[in-house]
């Protein structure tokens, strides 16, 4: 298969944007210098991960100790073409992706990788997992594999229960110094930033609407209320909508918002969000935006059938004019916007999934022959990485005194 970046000069830059994410990577540089650098020697690893700045650093930790990898893109949208460019030109990393790719050609993507029959998958989304699941044979190698997301778990999680989970898998997102951090922190901050790069609009003073009060929506809506937007929550768990409340935000139903709402972001992992119904009603003017993993929260079906004109307004803003004279400004096609408007999450935050993958990696290669089930990362592992998060931090913790630690294991007072 060839490479989808034909441009190789681009690669100067991929550069510099790969350095630059990797000064705020303490913690992966760290794993990096102090693992053997016949760590992973002998064992192919297939990625399918957003290709961006962070995903360079780790795949080059990966090479350079011994692992041969190949990538691929885990969104259509979220590859960064320099760093592709520069992975492969100055690194020797092959990558099969391009910003804006076909459906089929990212599927062909997939595809190649799983025939490469990796010794370890490494997976975002899994849509890796789910075709080697179709192609059992090229899983003959398979130590197993690390999930990156909420949603490629809860896709594993059904292969599981329907007993066809066929090798073992991390829950990398599951992970504490993972989810905590970059569903909360991440994709809260650079969600926000996709939409102010596609539309350069002020938040201060706007009704958004969040979809989904999980580890993502919580830091969206966190971010959203830092600019003064006035935030509306959206939840289907009354607990996380009891949260939502007590958190200072105005919940109601996604029928509702709809006639009030200036901006709507869906992160629930869920399918028709803003749906026929909802997208029939909104409010004209209203921008719309994902940043789920999959572009299934929007009905941009719905849109592409029932309007009148389709303009392109600005990069990754589209404008649709409803029948019913609405104007709807869709970002980035639905997919996730802060992959699609800005450059997805902070390096610093992603540092502390990445070295999760890293290690998670590192556990499939050194304990072979685990049943096929989802394991969680190591509490060990987790611990070590936010220690070593700290210690890049400078910030010291106390230690608890043998005393406290013998209280905290006994019944008696
Ligand atoms: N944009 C990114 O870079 C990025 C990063 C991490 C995770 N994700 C993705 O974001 C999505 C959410 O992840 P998370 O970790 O916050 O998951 P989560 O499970 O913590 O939260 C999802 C929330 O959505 C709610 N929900 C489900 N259906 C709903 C509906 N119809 N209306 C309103 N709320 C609904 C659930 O009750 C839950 O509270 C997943 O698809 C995940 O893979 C994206």
């Not at 105005?250 to 869906?266: H, L, P, Q, S």
């Not at 070590?384 to 006994?410: G, M, P």
Request: net charge neutral; aromatic share 8%; with cysteine.
């Amino acid at each position: 298969m060839e490479y989808f970046i034909k441009d190789i000069g681009l690669a100067r830059e991929g550069k510099n944007k790969i350095l630059w994410a990797g000064k705020e990577m303490p913690v992966l540089n760290i794993l990096k210098e102090t693992q053997s650098k016949n760590l992973f020697s002998e064992i192919k690893i297939g990625a399918c991960l957003h290709v961006t700045s962070e995903t360079a650093n780790l795949v080059i930790a990966l090479s350079e100790c011994g692992a041969k990898v190949f990538l691929t893109a885990s969104n259509p949208l979220s590859t960064q073409d320099e760093v592709a460019a520069c992975l492969v030109k100055d690194y020797g990393i092959p990558v099969f992706a391009k910003k804006g790719e076909s459906s089929s050609e990212y599927n062909d993507s997939v595809k190649f990788i799983a025939e490469q029959k990796p010794d370890i998958v490494i997976d975002d989304g899994a849509d890796l997992i789910a075709y080697l699941h179709q192609n059992l044979s090229l899983s003959k190698n398979l130590l197993g594999a690390t999930e990156e997301t909420t949603t490629g778990i809860t896709r594993i999680k059904s292969l599981e229960k329907e007993g066809k989970l066929a090798f073992p898998v991390i829950a990398v997102n599951d992970a504490m110094t993972k989810h905590l951090f970059d569903n909360r922190y991440g994709t809260g901050q650079s969600t926000v930033d996709g939409i102010l790069r596609a539309t350069n609009i002020l938040i201060a003073g706007k009704n958004a609407v969040v979809c989904g009060y999980g580890w993502c929506g919580k830091g969206i809506s966190k971010n959203f209320r830092g600019l003064g937007a006035k935030v509306i929550v959206i939840e289907v768990d009354p607990v996380k909508a009891l949260e939502a409340v007590m958190d200072g935000f105005y919940v109601t139903t996604i029928e509702k918002a709809a006639e009030f709402g200036d901006i709507f972001v869906t992160s629930t992992g869920n399918k028709d969000v803003l749906s026929a119904n909802v997208l029939s009603k909104i409010k004209d003017g209203a921008i719309i935006a994902n940043s789920g993993h999959f572009n299934v929260e929007i009905d941009v079906d719905y849109l592409e059938k029932n309007s009148r004109e389709k303009n392109s307004i600005r990069p990754m803003v589209t404008e649709y004019v409803l029948k019913n004279n609405r104007k709807v400004y869709l970002l980035a096609e639905g997919r996730l916007v802060n992959l699609g408007c800005a450059e997805g999450h902070p390096s610093s935050v992603m540092d502390l999934s990445f070295s999760n993958q890293f290690m998670a990696s590192k556990y499939l290669k050194e304990n072979k022959g685990l049943a096929p089930k989802l394991y969680s990362v190591p509490e060990e592992i987790d611990k070590k990485i936010a220690e070593f998060k700290l210690k890049s931090l400078n910030i010291e913790i106390d230690t608890l005194t043998v005393q406290q630690t013998e209280y905290l294991s006994s019944w008696k007072l």
